[in-house]
């Protein structure tokens, strides 16, 4: 069938002939999934573009947060400090976020001489109706949430995917939990016999054994069950298992969040 689809094709074969509808078949689907990364990039600029332009005010503390989406705020950021001569000073929630800015000629800062931020501008992974985040794909969750602690404003910048009426239904990586490495295993036990579902180790890409994040842990990713849950008990709880150090749900932090459109428009939704 595949031969008589494609003719005599010699992918698998080594030879360097390939048929012309099955080439004209990749490169369709590369150029609607280049098609997809561009709109979904789009998108992620004017949510950042405008959370920067709305939130942003002359001589603030700004905690500045992690991921691709974040990297259009400190873009923005940039360029108006350069245009209206903003006086600004960034606060970093990772290694990444603190790279942006001293790439971006920003000034960095840090909590021990600004402990209190104006506004913080972060990604999400997900965000639902009531404005709870899961946030920690990228790895950052605890630093990111001792950032929104201390900000007046939390502000959320994502793209159409990450918008949710409830945790689970667009974001299916779990809930990462940022853990001590000698607990992972008793909170991985403990979390599921709590709340059921699983519990698993994130394993890193480029380097053999698990993740280490920014403050030298490990992360679980819990891929809960689907069920209404109250994401406020079930923070606190996780909180107090010996060996949490952080949990990427964000309860009653955000203030506004931004969805950027496919279509070049930014839906809101505050708290
Ligand atoms: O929580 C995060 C990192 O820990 C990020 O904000 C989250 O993963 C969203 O990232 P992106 O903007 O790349 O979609």
């Known amino acids: 069938m595949f031969q008589r689809f494609f003719g005599t094709v010699s992918l698998f074969s080594g030879s ?12 369709s689907r590369a150029s609607s999934s280049a098609a997809a990364k561009m709109s979904l990039d789009l998108a992620k600029k004017i949510a950042a ?5 709305e939130y942003v ?11 691709s989406t974040v990297v259009y705020a400190v873009q923005r950021l940039a360029e108006r400090v350069k245009t209206e001569g903003l006086k600004l000073v960034c606060i970093p929630t990772s290694f990444q976020a603190r790279q942006l800015i001293i790439e971006s000629g920003l000034v960095l800062g840090d909590l021990e001489q600004h402990p209190k931020i104006h506004c913080a501008i972060d990604g999400a992974d997900e965000v ?7 946030k920690g794909g990228g790895g950052c969750l605890l630093q990111e949430k001792i950032v929104a602690s201390c900000a007046d404003q939390l502000v959320v910048i994502a793209d159409y995917t990450k918008n949710s009426k409830k945790l689970g239904e667009q974001y299916k990586k779990g809930i990462p939990i940022e853990v001590v490495p000698m607990a992972y295993v008793p909170i991985r036990n403990k979390v599921a016999a709590k709340y059921g579902g699983s519990l698993k180790l994130r394993m890193a890409v480029a380097k053999a054994g698990p993740v280490v994040t920014d403050n030298g842990n490990f992360i679980l990713d819990w891929h809960f069950p689907e069920e209404k849950f109250d994401w ?12 949490v150090v952080e949990t990427g749900l964000f309860v009653k932090m955000a203030t506004k969040a931004y969805f950027g459109l496919a279509d070049g428009s930014v839906t809101e939704r505050s708290a």
């Open 232 to 243: 406020d008990v079930v923070n606190r709880d996780i909180m107090m298992i010996p060996g």
């Open 128 to 134: 639902d109706a009531d404005m709870v985040l899961i």
């Open 16 to 27: 360097r002939s390939i048929n012309p509808l099955l080439s004209s078949i990749v490169a």
């Open 57 to 67: 005010r002359d001589n603030t503390v700004v905690g500045v947060g992690s991921g």
């Open 49 to 53: 573009f405008k959370a920067v332009d």
